[in-house]
T-cell receptor, first 113, second 115 residues
Framework: AQSVTQLDSQVPVFEEAPVELRCNYS??????LFWYVQYPNQGLQLLLK??????LVKGINGFEAEFNKSQTSFHLRKPSVHISDTAEYFC???????????FGDGTTLTVKP | EAGVVQSPRYKIIEKKQPVAFWCNPI?????LYWYLQNLGQGPELLIR????????DSQLPKDRFSAERLKGVDSTLKIQPAELGDSAVYLC?????????????FGEGSRLTVL
């Protein structure tokens, strides 16, 4: 079984500032890692994913994340946020040999002008 | 390419009434998921289909919830009777071969309010 802990439930930040959303996971097997974004009244959409290879992965809208196997973390970063980045962000983990994805409880990113 | 389509987007019912949600996945996606999303929480899997077969329904409360996926395409999730605690967003998602990338494509969700 896997579990995901998003360490911050809410992250307020000013526009053009950098941001980091933290995600730790627990699993006894190899996993794939994902970050999804959910805008108000919409479904989740994929920001980026780590499957294998380079531990630094880049996604849409200028986001990137780094996989750290020793610390079992997959933190999401953006060097300069925009108002439009205000949304809920979910970290998810999936067993490479099973079909179920497990999600964290989300981090609300609020970008202020 | 059309995305995952869900209906209705919003539903308000009184407790003990039945309710049904419909999902049309992305064409060619053989795996379909129903997730429950409570306020302030992440999605929790209710049931996963591989084509028309339910391969993981361990979290589905079978006393009141049921689901079907006829012909391996569209799916319906039903609650009968609904309880106050069922108020939540019901998300449908689909994907290609789950063991390859695991990326999920979500619909906009069906928000249920039980009064």
């Amino acid at each position: 079984a896997q579990s995901v802990t998003q360490l911050d439930s809410q992250v307020p930040v000013f526009e053009e500032a950098p941001v980091e959303l933290r995600c730790n996971y627990s699993s006894s097997v190899s996993v794939y890692l994902f970050w999804y974004v959910q805008y108000p009244n919409q479904g989740l959409q994929l920001l980026l994913k780590y499957l294998s290879g380079s531990t630094l992965v880049k996604g849409i809208n200028g986001f990137e994340a780094e996989f750290n196997k020793s610390q079992t973390s997959f933190h999401l970063r953006k060097p300069s946020v925009h108002i439009s980045d205000t949304a809920e962000y979910f970290c998810a983990v999936k067993d490479t040999n099973a079909g179920k994805s497990t999600f964290g409880d989300g981090t609300t990113l609020t970008v202020k002008p | 390419e059309a995305g995952v389509v869900q209906s209705p987007r919003y539903k308000i019912i009184e407790k003990k009434q039945p309710v049904a949600f419909w999902c049309n996945p992305i064409s060619g996606h053989n795996t379909l998921y129903w997730y429950l999303q409570n306020l302030g929480q992440g999605p929790e899997l209710l049931i996963r289909y591989e084509n028309e077969e339910a391969v993981d329904d361990s979290q589905l409360p079978k006393d009141r919830f049921s689901a079907e996926r006829l012909k391996g395409v569209d799916s319906t999730l039903k609650i009968q009777p609904a309880e106050l605690g069922d108020s939540a967003v019901y998300l449908c998602a689909s994907s290609l071969r789950t063991a390859v990338t695991g990326e999920l494509f979500f619909g906009e969700g069906s928000r249920l309010t039980v009064l």
